[in-house]
């Protein structure tokens, strides 16, 4: 099974952006199929239509990193944010949202096309695609975010993301899709010659009038689509094993980001996890795939509000059961990716407990797959040995005590022993009794 190609990551990762910013599931694929069908009508080049596929998809992947403090610090959803009035300026947002930081939020709607340029960058994408993502809140009259350029300044794939994103946005407000299609065109006059420039409105005006773009749209299956009719995978870099390493460590920070005190904790959990692969006779092929699904086990985390994931309290039912929910966001990606089927099981199932009390589906014991029960070993410890806005972190003898009272419940019991009898962690504090 040849490994997953960088346009078949990228639509996949694309869709825990979605779950950031509380879009509908398919927001970034639907903003991407819209651009690549205004690229077309005006005859962009291939390699700039390659560059504007991977824009489109990443669009607003620096959301996370740009807004999470804020969300946290004002107790406000990222879907207040992001799920805007197509068309709002920065300061109307903050006005309706957070009216008593203003300047707060301006910063950081301004700060998100910069980061997420500077996701694009850690993922291996060229000047272009970074450009694109950078200037893809950039307006035609110049109005626009952040460094409010004009006109023929903006690139071109940057004025098509922008265009692409605020049709899909106009879309989105509507309750369904006749309405969607009677009400768009004027939507499209309304900002002609402000946020979209007039012969890309144009098109836009006629490509909306066709069929076949609302049936493709509305497809079911729109991110293979995008992968096998817009890009020539023969062209599409190498196949490599680390494309997928390398994706699963940036959305592993982009999911960290989300929490005050989880950054690196993807990583280390992944580390571990290849120590414990080892330690069990694992051969690479499968250390690396268990990396990719430990990296890859809090990407779900993107759809989970920072506030519910920071919150000292105890979580109310309501939070209790959207926190529940990432596990499966987080296999809803890997699912995406062909030949990452079984990953995304390991992934799904890092919650579940021998005893039958962990969640989704309530698994006990060997129904487990074994790469679940690593993960969330691993999960568990760096959780213990990490500081939590409730406690210090443990030390790795106080840590693999609690493990030790969780074994054959919440943790498998062998894996405990494992464990507890090596030094899997040489960067969890000294036991103060030690010291």
């Not at 989300?258 to 006779?281: N, Y």
Request: glycine share 8%; hydrophobic share 45%; proline share 5%.
């Amino acid at each position: 099974m040849p490994a997953p190609s960088r346009a078949e990551l990228a639509a996949a990762f694309a869709h825990g952006l979605d779950l950031c910013e509380g879009k509908e599931p398919g927001h970034a694929a639907r903003v991407c199929y819209i651009a690549l069908n205004l690229a077309a009508a005006i005859d962009l080049p291939a390699e700039q239509q390659e560059a504007l596929y991977y824009a489109a998809l990443l669009h607003d992947a620096g959301a996370a990193i740009a807004c999470a403090e804020l969300c946290r610090k004002l107790q406000i959803t990222e879907e207040s944010l992001f799920g805007a009035q197509a068309g709002m300026l920065p300061e109307q947002v903050a006005a309706r949202v957070a009216p008593a930081d203003v300047d707060g939020v301006v910063a950081a709607l301004h700060a998100h096309p910069r980061e997420g340029a500077k996701v694009a960058q850690a993922l291996g994408f060229d000047a272009e695609v970074q450009e694109a993502i950078a200037t893809h809140h950039e307006w035609w009259d110049g109005e626009g975010y952040v460094a409010e350029l004009k006109g023929d300044q903006i690139p071109i794939t940057g004025r098509l993301v922008a265009a692409a994103d605020l049709i899909e946005s106009l879309i989105a407000t509507d309750p369904n899709p006749l309405a969607s299609r009677r009400n768009l065109e004027s939507g499209l006059a309304e900002h002609s010659g402000s946020i979209i420039e007039p012969d890309l409105a144009r098109l836009a005006h006629l490509l909306v009038r066709s069929d076949t773009f609302w049936l493709g749209l509305h497809n079911s299956t729109l991110p293979d689509e995008l992968v096998s009719a817009f890009l020539d995978e023969s062209a599409d870099a190498d196949r490599s094993p680390a494309d997928a390493i390398t994706f699963a460590k940036v959305f592993a920070r982009l999911g960290d980001a989300k929490g005050e005190h989880t950054k690196g904790h993807s990583e280390r959990t992944a580390g571990i996890a290849d120590q414990i692969g080892q330690a069990l006779g694992f051969d690479e092929g499968r250390r690396e795939l268990l990396r990719v699904a430990a990296l890859s086990h809090h990407v779900g985390l993107l759809g989970v509000p920072a506030r519910v994931i920071a919150k000292p309290d105890i979580l109310s039912l309501a939070e209790m059961e959207t926190m529940r929910r990432h596990p499966a966001y987080s296999q809803k990606v890997l699912e995406a990716l062909p030949g990452m089927e079984e990953v995304a099981t390991w992934v799904g199932a890092h919650h579940e407990r021998p005893d039958g009390k962990g969640y989704p589906e309530m698994l006990d014991d060997d129904t487990i797959p074994l790469e679940a029960r690593i993960i969330s070993l691993a999960d568990t410890y760096v959780a213990l040995t990490s500081p939590r806005p409730y406690r210090e972190a443990l030390s790795e003898e106080d840590a693999k005590q609690v493990l030790e009272g969780g074994a054959g419940t919440q943790l498998d019991k062998k894996l405990v022993e494992l464990v507890c009898s090596s030094t899997f962690s040489r960067s969890a504090p000294r036991s103060r009794r030690t010291r």
